[in-house]
Antibody, heavy 121, light 107 residues
Framework: QVQLVQSGAEVKKPGASVKVSCKAS????????MHWVRQAPGQGLEWMGI????????SYAQKFQGRVTMTRDTSTSTVYMELSSLRSEDTAVYYC??????????????WGQGTLVTVSS | EIVMTQSPATLSVSPGERATLSCRAS??????LAWYQQKPGQAPRLLIY???TRATGIPARFSGSGSGTEFTLTISSLQSEDFAVYYC?????????FGQGTKVEIK
């Protein structure tokens, strides 16, 4: 079955960077775009960006431009999201979510289990 | 960016009753709207896409309707496992945006 398994929780200091991984299985990795979405504690969902696992092209939400980098490793079917210059407001659960169909339609299924990133001094 | 507004913020419903959740877009998104269910400590789960198409494995008691700027998610007869937070999401424009969620709680 299609599965996205994310890396474990992280605690970072303000100003540091964090890199979260998302390992895909159960489908052809390069055929589906992948998105990253975050959710601050008790808050709603915020789309961060998208990566094409085939060619590696990316598109980021303007809010995160310059601070986020999404990459992929086709040999391990893994996508990565790195967020730099962390501040307390970046404390959130970060999800990877696959595009539901084989083109960037923009609705997400399935989702990874989430990775809690805590930014605290 | 398109702002998605959900109402009400909280909906108190008794098991077996009908629940109607609303989602409004700040500009037309055609039928490019999805609904997700999220339970505490879990990732969101896709319920509906294309405004009205149920995702694989989603029970028939969930239905979606609407187009343009006004959308509705209806749960015809609430089961205990349906008490959760529901989010709408537009995918007509970049960036993809979500509503703030409607919490469906037991009355």
């Amino acid at each position: 079955q299609v599965q996205l398994v994310q890396s474990g929780a992280e605690v970072k200091k303000p100003g540091a960077s964090v890199k979260v991984s998302c390992k895909a299985s159960g489908y052809t990795f390069t055929s589906y775009y992948m998105h990253w979405v975050r959710q601050a504690p008790g808050q709603g969902l915020e789309w961060m960006g998208i990566i094409n696992p085939s060619g590696g092209s990316t598109s980021y939400a303007q809010k995160f431009q310059g601070r986020v980098t999404m990459t992929r490793d086709t040999s391990t079917s893994t996508v990565y999201m790195e967020l730099s210059s962390l501040r307390s407001e970046d404390t959130a659960v970060y999800y990877c979510a696959r595009d539901a169909v084989e083109y960037p339609a923009g609705w997400f299924d399935p989702w990874g289990q989430g990775t809690l990133v805590t930014v605290s001094s | 960016e398109i702002v998605m507004t959900q109402s009400p913020a909280t909906l108190s419903v008794s098991p077996g009753e009908r629940a109607t959740l609303s989602c409004r877009a700040s500009q037309s998104v055609s039928s490019n709207l999805a609904w997700y269910q999220q339970k505490p400590g879990q990732a969101p789960r896709l319920l509906i896409y294309g405004a009205s198409t149920r995702a694989t494995g989603i029970p028939a008691r969930f239905s979606g309707s609407g187009s343009g700027t006004e959308f509705t998610l209806t749960i015809s007869s609430l089961q205990s496992e349906d008490f959760a937070v529901y989010y709408c999401q537009q995918y007509n424009n970049w960036p993809k945006t979500f509503g703030q969620g409607t919490k469906v709680e037991i009355k």
